[in-house]
C-alpha cells in the first residue's frame, strides 16, 4: 500500500499559509497548478455521477464549446485572405471583445463555478500567491477556456505576415489569453463582496444590463445610418481600440519584428500590473466580513394581496408577488425581458420601417416568452424548503393548483406589462392600431410558454444558489442541465406558440382574439401533465432543487 510520504521531498521550512515548500519556486508552483487542473477537473466529474441529465447537459456544452472553438479559428483564420488593414481591424476588435466577454460572462454566471468565489477557498492553508496560482488554473480549465484559447491562436494564422509575426503571435495569444483570465479574477474578486449582498446584486444587475444593451449600439448605428459600411465600422473601432492591450496584442502579430516585440512588451508590463492588483483584491477580499450576512429590510404586504382568493392558490399568489419584489433574479428577468424587447423594436424600426402587425407582435411575443422562461424552474428558489411542498400535496390536484398560483402571479405582472410594451412598439412603428393585436398575441404566447414551463419543472429541476448574484440562474455543476432546460423549453414553446403568432405576423389580426384561450387552454394542458408526472417524482425533484450551492 503506497504511503503518503512517497514521492515528497523531506520536509523544510514551512512557508506562507502552512504549505510545505518541496523544491524551487518554479517547479513548486508548476505542481501547485497542476494540482488544482486535477481537483477542478474531479469536481467537474464528481458532479455529473449518478445524474443522466447533469451528464447530457455537460457533453452537450462540451460539443458546443467544440464547435465555437473549431469554427471561431477558422472564421479567424480565414481574416488572411482579406486585406492587411481589413484583416488587422477585425483582429483587434475581436481580441477586445474577448477580453470584455472575459470581463463581464463570469460576473453574469458567478453561480455556475465555485472556483470564482475567492471565499469557498479561504480556509484552506493557502498564500495568496498559491490561492491565485490555483484560481489561474482553475479558471483556465474546462471546454469554454480552452474553446477561447482555441481561437485566439486562429489571429495567428489569420494576421500573422511571416515566421516573425508567427513566433510573436504564440507569445500574443498566450498572453492575451493570460489578459483575459486576470482581467476576469481582478474584476470577480475586487466584486465578490458586493455580489453576497442584496444591493450589489441589484446594482449589478442594472448596469450588467446596461451594458448588454451598449453592445446593441453599433448595431443600432449601422442599422439607422449607414447599413453597408460595415467595414468602416470595425476600422473606426480598431482606431478607438488600437492602443489598449488587445490592440497591442494584435498589432504585435500583424507588425512581427521589432515593433512587434514593443507590443508585446507593453501587453506583459499590462498583465504584471493587473496580477498585482488582482493579488492585492485577493489578499482584501480574505479578511473582509461577508456582506450577505447583514440584515435584511422588513417584509411589506402588497396592495393587490388583499384581492387574492383564500386558500392554496392565494398563498402562492401572494409568495410569488413577494419572490418578484424581493428576490434579484426574479426582478432582473422581468427587466431584462423589457430590455431586450426595446432593442428589437428600434432595430425593426432602423431596418426597413414599419412592415405590418408583424413588427408589433414579434417584440412583443419575445417579451413574453422572456418572461415566461422564468417558469421554466419554479420550484428551483423554494430549495431545501421544496419538502413543505412534498408534504402539503397528497394528490396531483394540490399539485395543479400550487403550478396554478404560481402562474397567476407570474400574469399579475406580466399581462399589464406586455400591453405596455405591445402599446409602445405599435406607436414606434406609426400604427397604435397594431398593439391590441399585438397585446393579445403576446399573452396567448404567455400562456403557451407558463405550460411548457411547468413541464420543464418536473422533468429537469435544479438547483438555484441562494447567496449570489442575480444572473446566477443555476448551482455550481448544474449550468449545463439549465441550458438545456431553458433551450427545450423555447423550442417547445416557439412551436406551440406558432399557430397564434405567425397568422398575426402576416397580417390575418382576427386571429388574435382566439390566442387568449389558446394560451389558457396551453397552460392549463401544461400544469395537468406536469401534475401528472411531478406527483410521482417529488422525490426526484427534492433532490435536484435542494443540493449544496
Excluded at 488572411?80 to 488593414?85: F, L, N
Excluded at 439549465?482 to 403568432?501: Q, Y
Excluded at 389580426?509 to 406527483?535: D, I, K, M
Amino acid at each position: 500500500m503506497a504511503r503518503l510520504s512517497d514521492g515528497v521531498t523531506s520536509p523544510g521550512p514551512a512557508g506562507p499559509g502552512g504549505v510545505t515548500p518541496s523544491g524551487p519556486a518554479g517547479t513548486a508552483d508548476l505542481t501547485l497548478f497542476a494540482l488544482f487542473v486535477r481537483l477542478k477537473g474531479r469536481l467537474i466529474l464528481g458532479s455529473l455521477r449518478g445524474d443522466t441529465a447533469k451528464q447530457i447537459g455537460f457533453v452537450f456544452s462540451v460539443l458546443a464549446a467544440v464547435v465555437c472553438g473549431a469554427g471561431g479559428f477558422l472564421l479567424f483564420a480565414l481574416l488572411r485572405m482579406a486585406s492587411p488593414g481589413t484583416a488587422l481591424d477585425a483582429g483587434v476588435v475581436v481580441f477586445a471583445v474577448f477580453t470584455i466577454g472575459w470581463a463581464l460572462i463570469p460576473l453574469v454566471f458567478f453561480g455556475l463555478d465555485e472556483t470564482l468565489d475567492p471565499s469557498r477557498l479561504a480556509l484552506f492553508p493557502l498564500s495568496t500567491r498559491q490561492l491565485a496560482i490555483g484560481m489561474t488554473a482553475a479558471s483556465a480549465t474546462g471546454p469554454w477556456p480552452l474553446a477561447t484559447l482555441a481561437i485566439l491562436a486562429g489571429g495567428i494564422a489569420g494576421l500573422s505576415r511571416g515566421p516573425g509575426g508567427v513566433v510573436i503571435g504564440l507569445l500574443a495569444v498566450a498572453l492575451q489569453f493570460v489578459l483575459c483570465l486576470v482581467v476576469s479574477r481582478l474584476i470577480t474578486t475586487a466584486l465578490s463582496g458586493a455580489l453576497r449582498s442584496r444591493r450589489g446584486r441589484d446594482v449589478l444587475a442594472v448596469a450588467a444590463v446596461f451594458v448588454v444593451l451598449a453592445f446593441q449600439l453599433p448595431n443600432l448605428i449601422v442599422n439607422r445610418s449607414n447599413p453597408g459600411d460595415v467595414a468602416g465600422l470595425f476600422s473606426a473601432a480598431a482606431d478607438v481600440l488600437r492602443w489598449t492591450p488587445p490592440g497591442l496584442a494584435a498589432h504585435a502579430i500583424a507588425d512581427g519584428g521589432i515593433a512587434g516585440v514593443a507590443d508585446l512588451a507593453a501587453v506583459a508590463v499590462v498583465v504584471v500590473v493587473l496580477a498585482w492588483a488582482w493579488i492585492a483584491a485577493l489578499r482584501r477580499a480574505l479578511v473582509l466580513p461577508d456582506a450577505s450576512n447583514q440584515g435584511g429590510g422588513s417584509v411589506r404586504r402588497s396592495w393587490i394581496e388583499r384581492f387574492l382568493p383564500r386558500g392554496m392558490l392565494g398563498a402562492v399568489v401572494s409568495k410569488e408577488l413577494k419572490y418578484a419584489r424581493r428576490e434579484p433574479r426574479g426582478r432582473i428577468a422581468w427587466f431584462s425581458a423589457i430590455v431586450v424587447s426595446g432593442v428589437i423594436m428600434f432595430s425593426i424600426r432602423g431596418d426597413a420601417g414599419p412592415s405590418g402587425p408583424g413588427s408589433v407582435a414579434g417584440p412583443a411575443c419575445l417579451a413574453a416568452l422572456m418572461i415566461g422562461l422564468q417558469a421554466g424552474n419554479v420550484f428551483g428558489l423554494d430549495g431545501r424548503s421544496f419538502w413543505m411542498n412534498a408534504v402539503a400535496f397528497p394528490t396531483e390536484r394540490e399539485m395543479r393548483t400550487d403550478l396554478a398560483g404560481r402562474h397567476l402571479g407570474t400574469a399579475i405582472i406580466a399581462v399589464p406589462l406586455l400591453a405596455v410594451v405591445a402599446l409602445v412598439a405599435g406607436l414606434l412603428m406609426g400604427d397604435a392600431s397594431w398593439a391590441l393585436p399585438a397585446a393579445l398575441t403576446a399573452w396567448g404566447v404567455l400562456g403557451v410558454t407558463l405550460g411548457a414551463g411547468a413541464v420543464a419543472s418536473v422533468l429537469l429541476p435544479y438547483t438555484v444558489p441562494e447567496r449570489l448574484n442575480a444572473f446566477s440562474g443555476a448551482a455550481p455543476g448544474q449550468g449545463g442541465l439549465a441550458f438545456v432546460s431553458s433551450l427545450g423549453m423555447m423550442l417547445a414553446s416557439a412551436a406551440v406558440a406558432l399557430p397564434i403568432f405567425l397568422p398575426v405576423a402576416m397580417g390575418l389580426t382576427w386571429v388574435a382574439p382566439l390566442a387568449v384561450p389558446y394560451g389558457l387552454l396551453a397552460a392549463w394542458g401544461g400544469r395537468r401533465l406536469a401534475a401528472s408526472l411531478g406527483f410521482g417524482r417529488m422525490p426526484e425533484i427534492f433532490a435536484a432543487v435542494s443540493r449544496g450551492s
